[in-house]
């Protein structure tokens, strides 16, 4: 494993409208993308950029998740965490399908195939007790963007 990027970091939230305020008045984030329902996986997804450093255009961002009726995972997460909390840390890497084979061959249980994520591209997570603790999603990203 080539470790990417730093991608984004999912946040849980039982209100992505009362968190978007909360990055926009206590955070002071000016770039808060559209709130959008990813059905697949069950949950509505709202993006937070942050500036990269000096100006430059490599920040990250924050991935507000809240549940759509019918989430069992994040609902439960949220339930042992009303008022949210972080979820998981994101990865890119250029092969999704070389990453998978690369953790599955150190013993790390990917959780599931491929599928398209949040941004459009395929993304795995790996077992947060394979990860130090950490649900770890890892990202594809296309070559020429980097
Ligand atoms: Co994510």
Redesign the pocket.
């Known amino acids: 494993m080539k470790l990417g990027r730093l991608n ?1 970091i ?1 946040v849980a939230t039982p209100s992505i409208s009362e968190s978007i305020v909360f990055y926009r008045d206590v955070m002071g984030a000016t770039k808060i993308h559209d709130p959008f329902d990813l059905p697949d996986q069950g949950v509505k997804v709202c993006f937070v950029d942050t500036p990269g450093g000096d100006g430059a255009l490599n920040g990250t961002q924050i ?1 507000l998740i809240e549940p759509l009726p019918g989430n069992a995972s994040i609902a439960a997460f949220l339930e042992k965490n009303p008022a949210g909390g972080q979820h ?1 840390v ?1 990865y890119e890497v250029h092969d999704i399908h070389a990453a998978k084979a690369e953790f599955e061959a150190m013993g790390k249980r990917v959780l599931g195939e491929p599928r398209i ?2 941004h459009g591209t395929l ?1 795995f997570f790996v077992h947060p007790k394979d990860m130090q603790g950490v649900l770890t ?1 890892i990202m594809e990203v296309p070559s020429q963007a980097h």
Do not use: F, L, M
């Open positions: 984004h999912g991935e998981h994101c994520g949040a993304i999603e």
